[in-house]
């Protein structure tokens, strides 16, 4: 079991390290110049001021040298200083985490529970019309643009019934609003996967001798089909966590709060090259982290597993 | 006396009404308290569903269409879910028919009987009334086995575990849907003989649902034929299977293997020589243990043991596709070339790409050897699909639009293509209904006759190896225990092992 750990554990470090190498290696080593990208081709090109910034940001130091100190540095939560505002990229991104932290919680705590009734619902009904119509939601929640469904919300929830404030920095009634709208595509990725599952699941043998012995049919979907099933769908939870990211990104444009999804949008707008590289870094480093997290758990809930890792 | 069970023109359909066949055509069959009554039929002729319309466990795209089913003298077709979950366990139980997956992979044993118990009015069973549920099912230590995960126990075990479950709550009736084909023959005598002693000593009636005329004919009181939907044939098995009248039960008996008769084949000329042949794979497991045969020229040879003895070890080695530890394969005194000897594998639902048409699969081995234009290829694949008795227009299609014999076929086929002096057969036809064996079986000799290849022809299943193979090897624990001519080793086995597969094998007389 330790040496199954230690494996893993190595595989995500070499994950996160590539993440870095990669990003390195496409804002630093392509041809193109980060300091002309981050000036843009629409301010004149001035080469004096080109070689203050590149000295200035260390950019005229060899590759190598930059790749080995930035690596140190993020080992130790030093991410350089951001291209744009010159404070620290980690300070910077330490500060906006909490807030699409509570956000993508709050997304979470709806979506999970939300996804596994669709599909608990879905696979428990013998009525043929409502398993179609619960097995359609999943994909019509997937298809609704998450800025639109937020615009909806605003206009209804806050402007038109003002049941929440349409702007909240902070204070759970602020989160409600942009919670719901990233937890709905969020549920139905949950749905989705677990719905797929249960119903393969609930055709297997095991559910027939459940149901055989006398178990009702919600007996035999919760106690059995659905241990059975919920692997791919934590699988699943772990990854959702990455895409919560990008989410957040429209979500908190639309709702106007300042997370890391606005520090994105920012950094990309103004090439922000380091501040990209530490989001992408810290997003990889946390999607791994659950990623193995939930690897790590599925020994604890199948017992075949449990001998093979041993 | 009203009998516990009657069946008077049950009809099961699925999908959308107005569509098909029903899968249960107007099905009539009695079951008296106390009786074992066997249905059997082939795979689609409506058994299996019959069973789980009886259980109440039809799926929901199935419905029962019509007809009148009376249990205890109450009618329950029709019957909600609720009143059925009343029934289920406590008065009919089921148990399904792969051991492998009808247990929950994620429960101990302890906690799966458990809820049998519970569901069944024992609220808070104690140990000893799980101990003695699985004592009265033959399992010797139960204390252990209430531990153990499913995948931790042998398919045995596993179906004693289910058949326990099922008897917990003391049930009238026991359905049992092919509650043995996924056993080895010497398992699933045990598993017989033990049903049919708690019948017997509870008191119990039993619908045994099987595809082997031998079982049937074994266990049961009473045989009910069945063939697509309908029962063809009911009465005592000895009047059943002894005078049959419907034509379909005559078909059935005429298809179940026979022994080879006439003479025992002179030692013939050696072909593939297998030596000292030991495999050990990684972890230690040794698969193989000095094995050593000859194959001769045209001839065949069968081997016969159970499951984990090591004969597909053997025929994966042979063929190629794995390394021998150690010891020497030979054809013609050197080592085996490329394409010279072919394998058929089991299942011909899996061995077939499901992507490919029929005349890629065929063509495959020449294509990978490199064997002739294209245009001779194409007329290699039609006189090929021609020798195993497949229309030419076959090749177009994918395998999903044939039947499992179909499929079987195509798969010799392939074997065949690049005329190969061996092929090896690894259980083929233990996938197919009776009467498909039957064609199939014969299909083979007549290749054989035709092409003269050998065949290794790996089965657990005596019976087959008997009525196809001239030579016998008999495996256990990867270890050859007996060999010989197959009339000779048959008529008067040596092994102690041998003896024990002969006597499991079913249609030897009546069990118990």
Redesign the interface.
């Known amino acids: 079991m330790t040496r199954f750990v230690a494996r893993r554990l190595t595989q995500a470090a070499a994950v996160v390290l590539a993440a870095y190498t990669l990003t390195f290696a496409a804002f630093y080593l392509l041809p193109a110049d980060p300091v002309r990208i981050m000036i843009g081709p629409e301010n004149g090109v001035d080469e004096a001021r080109v070689a203050a910034l590149r000295a200035e940001y260390g950019l005229d130091r060899p590759a190598i040298e930059r790749y080995l100190d930035g690596l140190l540095g993020a080992l130790h939560g030093d991410f350089g200083t951001s291209f744009q505002t010159g404070r620290g990229v980690g300070s910077t991104i330490a500060e906006a985490a909490p807030r699409t932290l509570a956000l993508a919680g709050g997304a979470l705590l709806l979506a999970i529970p939300l996804g596994f009734l669709i599909a608990w619902w879905a696979a428990h009904t ?1 009525r ?1 019309w409502l ?1 179609r119509l619960l097995g359609a939601l999943p994909g019509l929640s997937l298809s609704v643009p998450t800025f639109w469904l937020g615009l909806v919300l605003l206009q209804t929830f806050s402007f038109g019934l003002p049941l929440f404030p349409a702007r909240a920095e902070d204070g759970p009634a602020g989160l409600v609003l942009p919670a719901v709208t990233l937890a709905v595509p969020s549920s139905a990725f949950v749905a989705q996967v677990l719905l797929e599952r249960l119903t393969v699941e609930m ?4 559910v ?10 919600a007996r035999a979907v919760t ?2 089909a659905l ?2 099933a919920a692997m791919p769908a934590l699988t699943m939870t772990a990854l959702l966590v990455g895409w919560l990211v990008s989410g957040s990104v429209v979500v908190e444009t639309v709702f106007a709060r300042n997370g890391l999804g606005r520090l994105v949008e920012s950094a990309v707008t103004t090439r922000d090259l380091p501040m990209l590289q530490a989001l992408v870094v810290v997003t990889t480093a946390v999607v791994t982290l659950l990623t193995l997290a939930v690897d790590l758990a599925h020994p604890l ?4 597993l449990r001998e093979r890792a041993a | 006396m009203t009998p516990l069970l009657a069946v008077r023109g049950l009809t099961v359909r699925y999908g959308p009404p107005g569509r098909g066949r029903p899968a249960v055509d107007g099905a009539d069959l009695t079951i008296d308290a106390g009786e074992i009554v066997a249905v059997v039929g082939e795979s689609g002729s409506g058994k299996s569903t019959l069973a ?1 319309a009886l ?1 109440g ?1 039809l ?2 795209t199935a419905r029962v269409t019509g007809g009148v089913v009376t249990f205890g003298g109450e009618r329950v077709d029709g019957l909600r ?1 609720r009143a059925w ?2 029934l ?3 008065r009919i ?6 051991p492998g ?7 101990t044993v302890r906690a799966q009987l458990a ?2 118990l519970r ?2 009015g024992t609220p808070r069973p104690g140990e000893d009334a799980l101990e003695e549920a699985l004592g009265r099912v033959g399992i010797p230590d139960p204390a252990a086995v209430l531990c153990r ?1 499913p ?1 931790q126990l042998s398919g045995g075990f596993r179906q004693r575990v ?1 058949l326990g ?2 008897l ?2 003391r049930p009238a009736l026991l359905i049992a849907d092919e509650p043995t084909s996924a056993l080895d023959t010497t398992v699933q005598k045990t598993v017989l003989d033990l049903v049919q002693k708690v019948a017997a000593r509870d008191g119990t009636s039993v619908l045994l649902i099987t595809h082997d005329l031998g079982v049937a004919a074994d266990r049961a009181d009473r045989v009910a034929v069945m063939t697509e939907g309908r029962v063809v044939e009911e009465g005592p098995a000895e009047q059943v299977l002894g005078s049959p009248q419907a034509a379909y039960t005559r078909l059935l008996l005429r298809s179940a293997p026979q022994p080879l008769t006439g003479p025992a084949p002179a030692p013939g000329e050696p072909l593939l020589v297998v030596r000292d042949l030991r495999k050990v794979y990684p972890g230690g497991t040794v698969a193989v243990e000095s094995a050593s045969f000859t194959l001769d020229r045209s001839g065949t040879l069968g081997l016969v043991g159970a499951s984990g003895s090591g004969k597909s070890t053997i025929a994966r080695v042979v063929t190629g596709l794995v390394e021998p530890t150690s010891g020497s394969v030979l054809l013609d005194g050197a080592p085996v070339r490329a394409g010279r000897v072919q394998f058929v594998a089991q299942n011909p639902y899996a061995s077939l790409d499901p992507l490919m048409s029929v005349g890629r699969i065929v063509a495959e081995p020449l294509r990978a050897l490199r064997a002739g234009t294209r245009a001779e290829r194409r007329e290699r694949v039609r006189r090929l699909l021609e020798d195993v008795g497949l229309p030419p227009e076959v090749a177009r299609r994918r395998p999903s639009a044939l039947s499992g014999g179909q499929r079987q076929r195509v798969a010799i086929a392939r074997a065949l293509a690049p005329s190969p002096d061996v092929i090896v057969l690894d259980e083929p036809v233990s996938a197919l209904d009776t009467v498909t064996q039957a064609q199939i079986l014969a299909l083979l000799r007549r290749l054989q006759d035709k092409h003269g290849m050998a065949y290794l022809l790996i089965s657990h299943d005596l019976a087959v190896v008997a009525a196809a193979a001239g030579r016998l090897a008999v495996m256990r624990d990867g270890r050859i225990v007996e060999s010989g001519p197959t009339a000779g080793v048959l008529a008067a086995p040596e092994a102690p092992f041998t003896r024990e597969l002969l006597a499991a094998i079913p249609g030897g007389g009546r069990g118990g």
């Not at chain 1, 027939?208 to 049919?217: F, N, Q, Y």
């Not at chain 1, 809930?301 to 075949?304: F, G, I, L």
């Not at chain 2, 997956?101 to 429960?107: C, E, I, K």
């Open positions: 013998r043929v398993r055709r297997q043998p095991y027939d001798t459940a149901r055989a012995k006398g178990a009702s049919r106690a059995h241990r059975n809930v199948d017992p075949r | 789980h259980a466990l799926p929901a879910e979950r009343r289920r366990g406590r139980a089921f148990v399904p028919q792969d997956t009808a247990l929950n992979p994620l429960m809820e049998a569901l069944t995960y995948h289910l479950m099922a917990a709550g």
